[in-house]
């Protein structure tokens, strides 16, 4: 710990004397262990009245977009922890994910939602929020991919299976593809309901999609024509850990492509692999078996969290993806180191389930939400490097016993009130830093811990807030 500390002061004195460049400066000091444990609570957003499902930097990071249940869109200085305005989505139904459609200034956020619609905000030189609907799904749509560099292009996944294109010079959007469950005979029959969809970076023309079977699927847009009744469900690639293939018991809940196109995948009640490009099954995957699946390399593995009461994301974090994380049905932010899957922090996230991570585009920070109606900002300002919890090992295992058992997760009070401990210490921070900044509003709401019991909670389908947000 104490090298990994120098060899940051270090990095500090050659910026000072010439010997780094700016850039090479930023990248060591953003991705070392040492700045990742003083990941401290920097600050809340609070202004929506339903669970935050979907949060979004804007290009250059100084502005965050959020989508909720209560079906309005929030855009923020989050540096200042102020609303600079909100708009009603248009949407009849919970806000699954907003994004900013790239080189729009900001002008058009496009969401999607449970009601199955996708929608465009077109924000007016008079402030005005004009919303319409761009498109539609029978199901719910949970995912949007936005193609780097274009204002205009994106697709949208959803529960009836198929992933749709759209080009906002146009009015209608176009049915790409239908994702169909493999067979043992090689045909596909049914449909995969989609979870999620994301763009390789290095190659707009590859996308990935993942939902309600073990494969991550990986298209080529260019084999496709924008119309799903003469296109058939052709994936140049299918990802799937080994010991998966033919379960038929889990599901993905979210993907991310790494900026040297390497895939994360993250289950539902398992655990999330990290697959290179060479460790693909082919188009067809049932065909490999035996020694020929034997030769293909493992994918690396990330575990200690739990992933099961709703659809969690998936995300890298660091200037080159040094590291990878998630949140957990328990409450808490975990993150791994990407090369060895070291986990190097654990963090209360919410009081029942931390669902969504977004890093900042350019520094080290992350923004994340959950059950509660705030976002949480997270940012490197403790004076201290925070070690792991003392009993992260029995967290661990009782995240690990409830993935094997389907079952709820039975905590010891031990392990719950020294969670309960790091929650009100990091409440305790924050106030602190707030009113050194002369900031004296009250803290103490019913979503931030406080005041008020700590719930490490998982939904059994009670009503309230839980009940919201959980996704069968």
């Known amino acids: 710990m104490e090298k990994l500390y120098m060899g940051d002061l270090m990095e500090f004195y050659k910026r000072e004397v010439g010997f780094s460049k700016p850039r090479n400066f930023s990248r060591r000091i953003s991705a070392s ?25 804007n290009a250059t990071g100084d502005v965050l977009v959020s989508g909720s249940d209560d ?11 102020t609303s600079k305005f909100s708009y009603p989505s248009g949407h009849m139904d919970n806000i699954f994910q907003t994004k900013f459609m790239p080189f729009t200034d900001d002008r058009k956020i496009i969401t999607a939602s449970a009601d199955g619609q996708v929608r465009l905000g077109l924000v007016l030189e008079n402030g005005r929020v004009e919303t319409k609907k761009v498109g539609k799904h029978q199901g719910r749509v949970h995912k949007l991919a936005v193609e780097p560099g274009s204002p205009y292009i994106l697709y949208s996944c959803g529960e009836d299976g198929f992933v749709q294109h759209y080009d906002l010079r146009s009015n209608s959007s176009s049915k790409l593809l239908r994702c169909s469950s493999f067979t043992e005979n090689n045909k596909q029959s049914g449909s995969i309901r989609l979870n999620a969809i994301v763009i390789d970076p290095r190659n707009p023309n590859y996308f990935a999609v993942g939902g309600s079977d073990e494969y991550a699927r990986v298209y080529d847009i ?95 974090f660091g200037p080159t993806d040094e590291y990878v994380l998630t949140g957990s049905d328990c409450g808490l932010i975990f993150i791994w180191k990407k090369k060895d899957a070291k986990l190097v ?103 931030d811990g406080g005041g008020g019991a700590y719930v490490l909670g998982f939904s059994d389908g009670e009503e309230g807030e839980n009940s919201e947000c959980s996704i069968s």
């Open 345 to 447: 922090r654990v963090m209360v996230g919410d009081r029942h389930i931390v669902n969504q991570l977004k890093p900042h585009p350019c520094i080290p920070v992350l923004a994340t939400c959950g059950i509660e109606k705030t976002i949480k900002l997270w940012a490197p300002t403790s004076k201290d490097v925070t070690p792991l919890p003392p009993d992260v090992q029995e967290i661990m295992e009782a995240n690990r016993r409830g993935r094997e058992d389907h079952s709820r997760v039975t905590l010891t009070p031990d392990m719950i009130m020294h969670v309960l401990r790091l929650h009100r210490r990091q409440a305790l921070a924050y106030i602190e830093r707030r009113e050194n900044l002369g900031d004296v509003d009250s803290d103490d709401d019913d979503d």
């Open 71 to 81: 079906r309005r869109v929030i855009l923020w200085d989050w540096a200042t922890a």
């Open 33 to 57: 262990e040492a700045m990742v444990k003083r990941l401290d609570l920097y600050g809340k957003l609070t202004g929506h009245e339903g669970c935050v499902n979907t949060i979004d930097f």
């Open 222 to 316: 260019r084999m496709y024509q924008l119309d799903a009744r003469t296109s058939s469900d052709r994936p140049i690639d299918t990802f799937c850990p080994h010991h998966l293939i033919k379960t038929h018991d889990v599901h993905i809940t979210a993907l991310a492509y790494s900026n040297t196109s390497e895939v994360l995948v993250s289950y539902n009640d398992e655990l999330i692999y990290l697959f290179q490009k060479n460790m693909g099954l082919g188009p067809v995957p049932l065909s490999l078996q035996g020694e020929d699946l034997n030769k293909l390399e493992k994918p690396q593995v990330y575990s200690g969290h739990r992933n099961s009461q709703t659809v969690k994301g998936v995300s890298f």
